[in-house]
């Protein structure tokens, strides 16, 4: 697992943990992320049970383990938060934000310890120390109940599947050439995705943030200009439907 | 140890599932004792001394009920154990490949608490399923040794049912043979359910 920093400015870091090539075969490739301040730190989308210790290894390098404080989950997928029941013995005093509507699904996972706290369908905020971090709301992309993870200060939007892309483990952290990335995202955005009207919902509302990095939960980093092209990209495309993703393929 | 605990999952759900069909099995015992009582009745002074018998026989099919649904319980308590355990044990395990992979960090040690605590939980959940263990096999035992008591009841069932005459004697021998296979049948799944609580007992 490698550990790479994203950010860093007086308040906090951002660090993206991937790129695993200890992993079992079969296993969907993802990122994690991390936001450490002074006192505190979010972990986001901790990944995947069988990742668990590879995780716990590159994150106790960084810093100590009772420092993280909180977790988010995007959404209830098995990739993104089935570790939880591991996380609830190693971090038995965290909180973990999720969309209300999976509270009772992702206790399956196994939570005794973890407390939950439950974001509202239109999304809310989280102050870390001197840190504000925003859950914006990306309902249906691809989960129904869904949020995007963004720091204003950092300029940084961790859009969890939005943005993934299906690649090896020696994949480059960043997106170089966007139209040559396009072939690796394409199907998983038209099939995973079930609903333009969300989509261009998100478009609109996230063409309004101030981005520098977007970071999503597999594949490649998109940077400065990389951005706008993916929003343009992703608001042509069309997704929900099964025939045409494979029609297109 | 992925394997093992498997194994000790499908044992204690298959314990339920045995007890189940047991109770369903003693359920039918004491339909019995109600036709039995009715046949008695109808076969008046004759088969007086089979009446008695019918008490018993309805009492052997309560406590097995009962005790079937006391077993069914503790299993699904055992049930719950294990799958703690698992957590538990799990956790370690990975605690441990952390220790390994991370040895060199300066922030190691701010593991030691939580390994600590998951490993006195682990301590707990490895007591509390022995002691499961035990009192489920105790139960079992106890059921066990109460169905003995059927043999006998058939028995006894069969020399009042001679005495009964020709116009009732087929019904009541009849009784006596459902007792006989019943108690027989429920044994049987006693019997297994001990042999998958020795199987737990290794673990
Ligand atoms: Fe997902
Ligand atoms: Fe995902």
Known sequence: MKTHKLFENNSHTWLMFGRDDEKPEQII?????????NKNALLMDPGGIELFSAMLSAVI?????????????????????????????????????????????????????ISYSAIPDEGSSL???????????????????????????????????IGAALETVDAPLFVEDFDEHIDKMKMFHQRWMPSNEAKNDWVKRVRKLDIEMMCPQHGRIFKGDNVKRFLDWFEALEVGLIAKAKAQE | MSE????????????????????????????????????ALRAGERAAGFRPLTDFIDRLAEITIKSSRKINKLAANLSQTSADKV???????????????????EFISSLDEVHQRSLTRQAKLDFSYRRQIDRLSDELEMLSSELRNAVI??????????????????ALIN???????????????????????????EY
């Open chain 1, 61 to 113: 390098k960084q810093l100590p383990a009772d420092k993280i404080t909180h977790l988010f989950a995007s959404h209830q997928d098995p990739d993104i938060i089935s570790s939880l029941g591991l996380w609830d013995q190693a971090l038995p005093s965290a909180t973990l934000h999720s969309p209300w509507i999976w509270e009772s699904f992702i206790k399956h996972f196994g939570m005794n310890n």
């Open chain 1, 29 to 37: 490739d993802t990122n994690q992320y991390i936001v450490i301040s």
């Open chain 2, 87 to 105: 957590r538990a044990d799990s956790a370690i395990a990975h605690f441990k490949v952390v220790f390994v992979k991370a040895k060199d960090s």
């Open chain 2, 153 to 170: 009841l058939a028995t006894l069932s069969r020399v009042e049912a001679s005495q009964a005459g020709t116009q009732y004697q087929d």
């Open chain 2, 4 to 39: 093992l605990s498997n194994n000790y999952f499908v044992s204690v759900a298959e314990i339920a599932a045995k007890l189940d069909q047991a109770t369903r099995i003693a359920q039918q015992l004491s339909l019995t004792a109600s036709n039995a009582r009715a046949v």
């Open chain 1, 127 to 161: 102050k870390i120390d001197q840190v504000t971090l925003d859950f914006i709301p990306a309902h249906y992309l691809h989960s129904s109940g869904n949020f995007n993870v963004y720091d204003k200060e950092a300029k940084i939007l961790m859009s969890g599947d």
């Open chain 2, 175 to 201: 009784v006596a043979d459902n007792v006989e296979g019943a108690a027989s049948k429920i044994k049987e799944h006693i019997h297994y359910s001990q042999q998958m609580v020795s199987t737990l007992e």
